[in-house]
């Protein structure tokens, strides 16, 4: 998410899933504190970089438990390509 003169934003920093409906959401979240990061690293915070990429993670961790967990609770087409493996 972060490398040199580079600060992964939006969709470059995490691709959501669709049937989640918080892309918008997430891509202006990120947006706000990854700016908010730089800046902050820029007025000499060392930490703020590692913190903002902690948080995306953390963020990233709950999208998944989320999908997983609304992946699960579908059964009506259960028997259907794009359902099988996913709940």
Do not use: C, K, M, N
């Not at 590692?50 to 953390?58: G, P, T």
Request: glycine fraction near 10%.
């Amino acid at each position: 998410a972060v490398r040199p003169h580079h600060v992964a934003l939006g969709d470059a920093l995490r691709r959501g899933d669709p049937l989640a409906g918080r892309g918008i959401e997430e891509a202006l979240d990120s947006a706000a504190r990854g700016v908010a990061a730089l800046l902050a690293s820029e007025a000499g915070d060392a930490q703020a970089l590692a913190d903002f990429v902690e948080h995306a993670r953390a963020r990233h961790r709950e999208h998944l438990a989320t999908r997983r967990r609304l992946y699960a609770a579908v059964r009506r087409f259960a028997d259907q390509p794009f359902w099988r493996g996913r709940g």
